[in-house]
């Protein structure tokens, strides 16, 4: 079965640089979500896409950005690196359905995660 | 989300059933409590979730009280692939990670 895609896979950037990292989720799915999950710590996090629209907002710097593009990919932008954005940074993606079932309950939320991109600030 | 506690570690000889109990005494109503794993740095995985009743599937088995404070995630044979950070999630989408149990399983 398709997995999340990440890419790349290992990153190397010096400090105050820029990188990319590019999300490709399930086939169907429609939620994008990422995490960062830095040397001995839990994952974090950062913000998630339904439909292509910011949908929830983390501890993400705002010298982050992301989108979610028509065909659902998802891009995590970084700027001005500084070494503490070493991290591992994972994409999730899930089918979401938002609304309620006839029992008034709210649907559950399966999330797949990728393989993770692990960055490197030098 | 809610705030869920999980004991920092916990041993599992192999072939035993392995039971990892977690506090979610702050969990909302429409919120479920999901089980995930990670394996030594790589994406964490589902196993399982519910909202009140138990719950089993091919992984493992969940069993929440009846107030919804608590569960216990059940491994039936746990195996030495089995050894990882397991976490505990009272959420509605986003998935806020604790520090989780991470359970290493003995052979």
């Known amino acids: 079965a398709a997995g999340v895609i990440q890419s790349p896979r290992h990153l190397i950037k010096e400090k105050r640089e820029t990188a990319t990292l590019k999300c490709y989720p399930i086939p169907r799915h429609d939620t994008v979500y990422w995490y960062q999950q830095g040397p001995g710590q839990d994952p974090q996090f950062l913000i998630s896409f339904y439909e292509k629209m910011q949908s929830d907002k983390g501890s993400i710097p705002d010298r982050f950005s992301a989108q979610q593009f028509s065909d659902y990919h998802s891009e995590l932008n970084m700027s001005s690196l500084e070494l503490g954005d070493s991290a591992l940074y994972f994409c999730a993606s899930s089918f979401f359905d938002r609304g309620q079932g006839t029992s008034g309950l709210s649907s559950y939320n399966e999330q797949f995660f990728g393989p993770g991109t692990r960055l490197t600030v030098l | 989300d809610a705030k869920t506690t999980q004991p920092p570690s916990m041993d599992c000889a192999e072939g035993r059933a392995a039971n990892l109990p977690c506090n979610h005494s702050?969990?909302?109503?429409?919120?479920?409590v999901y089980w995930y794993r990670q394996i030594h740095s790589q994406g964490p995985q589902y196993i399982i979730h519910?909202?009140?009743n138990n719950e089993t599937n091919e992984m493992a088995s969940l069993i929440i009280t009846e107030d919804r404070k608590s569960s216990t995630l059940i491994l039936p044979h746990a195996t030495l692939r089995d050894t990882a950070v397991y976490y505990c999630?009272?959420?509605?989408?986003?998935?806020?990670f604790g520090t989780g149990t991470r359970l290493t399983i003995i052979p």
């Open positions: 999630i009272g959420s509605y989408e986003k998935l806020t």
């Open positions: 519910g909202l009140k």
């Open positions: 702050t969990i909302s109503g429409n919120e479920y």
